[in-house]
């Protein structure tokens, strides 16, 4: 059998030019780097699995990141929002909320995924409207949302019981693989395909491109943001029931620098924080970037002190590369 050295080559170019080699690249490395450091625990299914499940964290809320950020916005919300869901899921599903008594899973999900539609809508609604900066009023909404997590529990955590069938959604697996991770390959799929193949897609990036000249070429700007603000939300609303599953428990604590967690994951994938640019397979990379880091930091014992220190350097790393990346082109 005779191997076509022209297809050999075709595919050879064809793989060097893919857009999120570097990123592959570099997560792979890390991932070898911290099995070295630690080749007894790294590679055990219970320590991949946890990794699996700080991706599809970090994943979730970087989707969302990565459509405000292609269309020149930011959120900061979104670690808030990830406590205020899963305490308002938990307390659906146990206590009731306002006086009226405890309600099933199913329609305490669909009410806190709307819930975090609403907040995105809220964002998007300040945003194009008002013209508010993105900064302001996602700011705004984390200090909203982190004070009313504290308040409906009064500062202790709402706790499922050990059979309750909500736990099986994050901490459940699926042939070893844990559900939530299924749940971020599905929704991360969908998005891909409305940004690589949908006419809506083309049309945020045109808007994070240049929304002046996409408005003038009949784009409605506007719905197209509250889209991205409300996928956000929906996907922060998503994070936090998953993470309420995972835990136990609804608790106001969670949940906090996840934002600058999403940043970073989706700023490392590629996506430009001056807008237009990015895609979702490289924010689930430098998500995974991120969780394989956090895990092998929590491996070796570094201090969550220094923790914080190496998420903010690897985030300005990665700011620092997008802009030389741009001066070059």
Known sequence: ???????VKKRLVSFAQFRELNVLIAFL??????????????????????????IATFGMLSIGEVLIIITGGIDLSVGSL???????????????????????????????LSIGVGFG????????????????????TWLIARGLASYITRGYP??????????????GTFYGIPISFIILVIFASIVSLILNRARLGYRIYAVGGNAEASRLSGVNVDRVKLFCYAT??????????????????????VGGAYELWAIAGAVIGGTSLLGGEGTILGAILGAAIVGTMQNGMVLLNVSSYLQDVVLGVVLVVAVVYDTLRRRRR
């Open 1 to 7: 059998m005779t191997v076509d050295t022209k297809v």
């Open 29 to 54: 490395l890390l991932f070898i780097f911290f099995y070295s450091q630690s080749p007894r625990v790294f590679l055990k299914p219970a320590n991949l699995s946890v990794i699996m499940r700080f």
């Open 82 to 112: 990830t406590a205020l869901t899963g305490v308002i899921a938990a307390t659906l599903m146990l206590k009731g909320f306002a006086g009226l008594p405890a309600i099933g899973m199913v329609p305490s999900i669909l009410i806190v």
């Open 121 to 140: 809508l809220w964002h998007g609604f300040f945003v194009t409207k008002l013209g508010i900066p993105p900064f302001i009023i996602t700011l705004g």
């Open 158 to 171: 709402i706790v499922f019981q050990s059979a309750h069938p909500f736990l099986v959604l994050g901490q």
């Open 232 to 253: 956000s939300g929906f996907m922060a609303a998503t994070t936090g029931i998953l993470l309420a599953s995972r835990l136990g428990q609804g608790t106001p604590t």
